[in-house]
């Protein structure tokens, strides 16, 4: 059936695309003439390009930052392959991302393996954000928004023939000694395609445009770090994925397995570092056309075996061997002997195993040439254990279990219907109904005859722990062409999010077990609360699309605004807890401190810009410039204060150029400072900063060449979004340790780094 209904771009719709020369330099094998079946949704976000995502592979070895072109979306700091997307400052579980059509859940009470960790940049095949207004077919149980990321879709041969296919690549950059590869292959016929995928990068730490800091010290013996190298910086991953997919007429059968393994990733924000984190995964996919429309079901599991305790640049041995001193004051603790002296702690081993399972169905059906209606339903089933054994000191006798035997079930149904009433409207309206339960086993603390363990784990173990929340998504669209130059595009959206485990069930308030949750990176620690509310989002937004006829320039311009009543933030602990949650807590300022998480009431606003335009068409090639420009300012309704981590009013500016098989970029990327920040969390404040990078490629048919300058001018400057520097020392105390302060110093950003990278297609 030949449909009429436009692809309706959503509010704040991103345009980074690359100008339409530099999409035909691409290397395309001929012999490759059908692809997997297109996606069944009609209603498209916000796309970036094939050519962006190709320039920027060889730049990083992190998904996520793969998005930082797109108005709107930010990163969290973190690990080198696991930082965390923010959409107009709201951030890591408030955002739905879908990997293959999976929901992945970070199992970590740090979030040290976020969904995008488990896609390796060389296997990213589509990267799609649905930014705040989100329809109710992408997903739920979300405030900010969606993202959708793909591996690459499956190739087929011409009828009758067979193809054998595929890539091998490489990068180095100079900064942290990073360096990588990636192979991929593919045998296929005309119905059926087996694929390999593989990868492997690493790094040592990085380094900062100057020095940051006034020691060296690691609380290692022997072991010191530079003044400019930021600490716990270094990672190693590898992945691997082996795909089958069969495909007769319009019909498509997919099977995909997937391994990741990471030996080590070491985080300058957490107190711990990831010394593990294995994840297996099973995907399976039928994708099929019919006469009354498209029709797409999925089945999932994933298993993760995720272990944390303290990297190379961080103290490992805690205690005092004399018995002198209290267990955790950074006193020395070296063993004299092969056996652990009873007053050290041998690290502080964190364990944590989950178990995700997952169906969907979705249909999308023509009801007529202009009327399509999206229906579907979703079943998720995610178990979390998450236990820290005991190694000494006051982390004794027993294993401290933080959660035990966690679940958390949704069950949820949709339905959209997009139309186009008229030649100048399209519209989409949808509704979505989530049932989504938790629940979580008997805890036990080291040391149950011990306080705070005395009073708090009865009162967590005989507690009513089950909750069940009835969460209603709303979305409305509606797209106006003013005239060939001008579409205008009103949306609401009513959006809800039930907390997550770690938000309900982290329970003990003794300081060092607080300090081990937290996936905020602002050195903190916390402890949740079972009876949190679901968020629940109200936003409003407008997009103004100002453009040529045939889009050689355009002007996007989205304000919006959002209310979220019961948002989960922050209040320091009260003194009813014990522990470390002490009166002094309550009023301390200039240093890290200790946090329940509670239900209060916030508002954001801003505006997203973005446009492009040519400068010229010269004998030496196109020229063209693209500009993001992105403001959100968030604040707690009910307390006046700031909201975490937003980032500042920044602006990037692209000068590009495209000749023959050349694609080269200019960038001026510059942030305000950031001087709104949350009191409650004494956040540290960071400078303004501008940065200039450089990028340049060359493309034959079967061979991609790409060189890159980051930082050109080694321009010193801290991440806006990268946390409390503990990267290094003893970092399990909230207090400063000898020369090196534990707060007042936030994660600097990378010194210059120069990277190439090759890829070459067979």
Not at 633 to 648: A, E, S
Not at 655 to 681: C, I, M, P, Y
Request: hydrophobic share 35%; aromatic share 10%; net charge negative.
């Amino acid at each position: 059936m030949n449909r009429t209904i436009k692809r309706l771009p959503l509010a704040v719709a991103v345009s980074m695309a690359l100008p339409v020369l530099a999409q035909a330099q691409e290397t395309k094998l001929e012999s490759v003439v059908v692809t997997a079946p297109e996606a069944a949704s009609t209603v498209s976000g916000a796309v970036v390009p094939r050519a962006a995502l190709q320039s920027l592979k060889p730049a990083t070895s992190d998904a996520a930052s793969l998005l930082r072109d797109v108005p709107g979306v930010s990163l969290y700091g973190s690990g080198g392959v696991s930082s965390l997307p923010s959409i107009r400052g709201l951030a890591d579980d408030r955002i739905r991302i879908k990997v293959d059509g999976m929901d992945l859940i970070a199992a970590c009470p740090n979030h040290m393996n976020p969904a995008l960790s488990y896609l390796d940049p060389s296997n990213v095949g589509l990267l799609e954000v649905y930014p705040g207004i989100s329809p109710v077919s992408v997903g739920g149980d979300s405030i900010a928004g969606t993202i959708v990321a793909e591996s690459k879709a499956p190739v087929f041969a011409e009828a009758g023939k067979t193809l054998v296919t595929g890539e091998v690549g490489a990068f180095y950059r100079s900064n942290g000694n990073a360096r990588g590869g990636n192979l991929g292959a593919t045998f296929a016929s005309d119905s059926l395609s087996v694929s390999y995928s593989g990868s492997t990068a690493e790094s040592d730490n990085y380094e900062a445009a100057r020095a940051f800091k006034s020691s060296e010290v690691t609380g290692r013996e022997g072991h010191t770090l530079p003044l400019d190298e930021v600490g716990s910086t270094a990672y190693k991953s590898r992945n691997h994925e082996l795909g089958f997919a069969f495909k007769g007429g319009d019909h498509l059968f997919e099977a995909k397995v997937g391994l990741q393994d990471i030996p080590y990733e070491l985080w300058p924000n957490q107190r711990m570092d990831m010394l593990e984190n294995d994840q297996k995964r099973v995907n399976l996919r039928y994708q099929g056309k019919y006469d009354w429309g498209n029709l797409e079901a999925r089945a999932y599991h994933e298993k993760v075996e995720h272990f944390m305790d303290f990297g190379a640049d961080k103290r490992f041995w805690y205690g005092d061997a004399s018995g002198g001193a209290s267990a955790l004051n950074g006193a020395p603790c070296v063993p004299v002997t092969d056996k652990v002296p009873s007053l050290c702690a041998a690290g502080m081993p964190m364990n944590t195993e989950s178990r995700n399972t997952g169906f969907a169905l979705k249909g999308d059906v023509n009801l007529s040439a202009t009327d399509l209606v999206r229906v579907g339903a979703e079943i998720q089933r995610y178990r979390l254990d998450d236990w820290w054994p005991a190694s000494g000191a006051g982390m004794a006798p027993d294993t401290f279990w933080n959660i035990n035997n966690g679940e958390r079930d949704r069950n949820a149904v949709f339905a959209e219907w997009e139309a186009q009433p008229s030649a100048q409207w399209t519209t989409l309206a949808g509704v979505r109904y989530e049932r989504v339960k938790t629940d979580a086993g008997p805890v036990q603390a080291y040391n149950n005859k011990a306080a705070p363990a005395t009073t708090l784990v009865p009162a967590f173990n005989n507690a009513n722990r089950e909750r069940t929340d009835n969460n209603w998504d709303v979305t409305l669209l509606a797209k106006y062409t003013v005239d060939p130059t001008l579409d205008v595009e009103l949306g609401f959206a009513r959006k809800v999010r039930s907390p997550s485990l770690y938000e309900r069930y982290s329970w003990y308030s003794r300081g060092m077990e607080m300090l081990m949750v937290n996936w905020f990176g602002d050195g903190n620690g916390y402890i949740g609360d079972m009876n949190l509310e679901p968020e629940k989002a109200h936003t409003v937004s407008a997009t103004f699309d100002w453009h040529s006829i045939d889009r050689k320039w355009e002007l996007k311009a989205t304000p919006f605004y959002s209310r979220v009543t019961d948002y989960i933030d922050a209040v320091r602990c009260p003194t009813s807890l014990g522990g470390s949650c002490l009166p002094a807590n309550l009023t301390a300022t200039n240093k890290f401190v200790f946090l329940q998480l509670a239900n209060q009431s916030a508002r954001l606003y801003g505006i997203d810009l973005s446009g492009r335009m040519p400068l010229a068409s010269t004998h030496y090639g196109e020229f063209g410039l693209r500009g993001v420009l992105n403001y959100t300012d968030g604040k707690n309704r009910d307390t006046g204060d700031n909201l975490y981590n937003i980032m500042p009013l920044n602006v990037k500016l692209t000068l590009t150029h495209q000749h023959g098989g050349w694609d080269n970029a200019l960038e001026w990327f510059a942030a305000q400072s950031k001087n709104d920040v949350s009191a409650v969390r004494n956040e540290q404040e960071t400078s303004g900063y501008n940065l200039v990078n450089l990028r340049t490629s060359y493309s034959w048919k079967q061979v991609r060449v790409d060189f890159g300058v980051e930082n050109v001018f080694d321009k010193f400057y801290y991440l806006p979004l990268g946390g409390a520097y503990v990267g290094q020392g003893t970092t399990m105390t909230s207090k400063e340790v000898g020369a090196v302060p534990l707060w007042g110093t936030p994660v600097p950003g990378a010194g210059r780094s120069i990277y190439a990278g090759i890829n070459y297609q067979f």
